[in-house]
């Protein structure tokens, strides 16, 4: 695996692709528009909705990795199936997963959604988590991506997809509940958190977990994932969404909220994973918690999101190139050694 084309050149897009470079692939960064400034890889403008078009340009490449909204994503899964090459991305949605599973059983390259950070990241870390467990009864998996001066009610700010976030905050979630798999509704399980003394509320949202109740189901009495906010968030959003009905309007729901809650460049993504079992005969406690923020990478200052979602992806596609991982079927995040990752180039950014 040399050459790669990089789908989608926004924040995260853009930066996967430069540390794609950095690590010696040839990259090909394919949007609508060529992004702005200097940058070390090859642009392409490509429609993307021509199936024709994305054929022919994808049999120039040994792998993909889409950075556009999930919706767009089946459709790319199945183009690189079609031509044989390796297929990476960043999705939360079950459905999506799901189709590229089934895609996976024929494929002559590797098929690996969900390789951002939730789910992705931290799939990864819960699996080593329930590992160190001779009976593992719990794993529950946070995550919060936030604006680190957070102002109004909602507390928040969109630095994610709007897409992404409409799509995890409405759709049910997944879980393993006293050793049954069972789909719950999502901003629910509310539960307050703290790290390093900042209090954190906690909801069930959709995607986060992947594959993980299938692989675990019968090993793990209980598994969840829950988004993190700063406290209040939750309400703001079911008032939101369920009372002014905008759960009934998606795409302008995502346009109204990133409106009023833009980007901010000084952020932080919160990573929370503990898990409880026997260890040896006694009841033990295992943490992975850490407070990720801006750095200074390929060069430039990127957001704590910005490097924590395109460096997972990254460090996956260096450990598929390297022989660490498999080169064709389907890749469950929970399959990805930790020890493994972290010792990869960009994925020793984590360790931190």
């Avoid at 299938?214 to 969840?224: A, H, R």
Wanted: aromatic share 8%; proline share 5%; hydrophobic share 40%.
């Amino acid at each position: 695996m040399k050459n790669i084309a990089v789908l989608g050149l926004g924040k995260v897009g853009h930066l996967a692709a430069e540390l794609l470079h950095h690590s010696g692939f040839k990259v090909t960064g394919i949007d609508r528009v060529a992004p702005k400034g200097d940058y070390p890889f090859a642009f392409k403008s490509l429609d993307l909705s021509s199936s024709d078009a994305v054929d022919k340009e994808f049999k120039k490449h040994d792998a993909v990795l889409s950075c556009l909204p999930f919706a767009l994503n089946i459709a790319l899964a199945r183009a690189a199936h079609d031509v044989g090459i390796h297929y990476f991305d960043l999705t939360e949605d079950v459905p999506t997963t799901q189709a590229i599973l089934g895609m996976s059983k024929t494929a002559k390259g590797l098929m690996a959604p969900q390789c951002g950070l939730a789910p992705g990241f931290i799939g990864i870390v819960g699996a080593d988590l329930i590992a160190q467990f001779d009976d593992c009864r719990s794993c529950k998996m946070r995550v919060g991506a936030l604006p680190q001066n957070p102002t109004g009610l909602m507390g928040y700010a969109f630095n994610w997809s709007p897409e992404g976030v409409v799509n995890e905050y409405l759709n049910d979630c997944e879980v393993i509940e006293e050793g049954k798999r069972k789909w719950v509704s999502p901003m629910e399980w509310l539960e307050d958190i703290y790290i390093d003394g900042i209090k954190l509320e906690a909801f069930t949202t959709s995607g986060g977990l992947g594959t993980m109740c299938e692989t675990y189901l019968g090993k793990v009495g209980n598994l969840d994932y829950k988004s993190m906010r700063y406290p209040g968030h939750v309400q703001q959003m079911n008032f939101f969404f369920h009372e002014l009905l905008m759960r009934d309007r998606r795409k302008e729901a995502g346009e109204i909220l990133v409106n009023a809650k833009p980007p901010v460049q000084d952020d932080v993504v919160y990573v929370h994973a503990a898990a409880e079992g026997l260890i040896k005969g006694r009841m033990e406690r295992r943490e992975f918690v850490r407070g990720y923020r801006p750095i200074d990478v390929a060069g430039k200052r990127r957001t704590a999101i910005a490097w924590t979602t395109a460096g997972s992806v990254v460090a996956i596609i260096e450990m598929v190139r390297d022989g660490k991982l498999p080169s064709h079927g389907f890749l469950k995040q929970e399959d990805i050694p930790l020890g493994d990752f972290l010792a990869m180039p960009t994925g020793s950014l984590y360790a931190g």
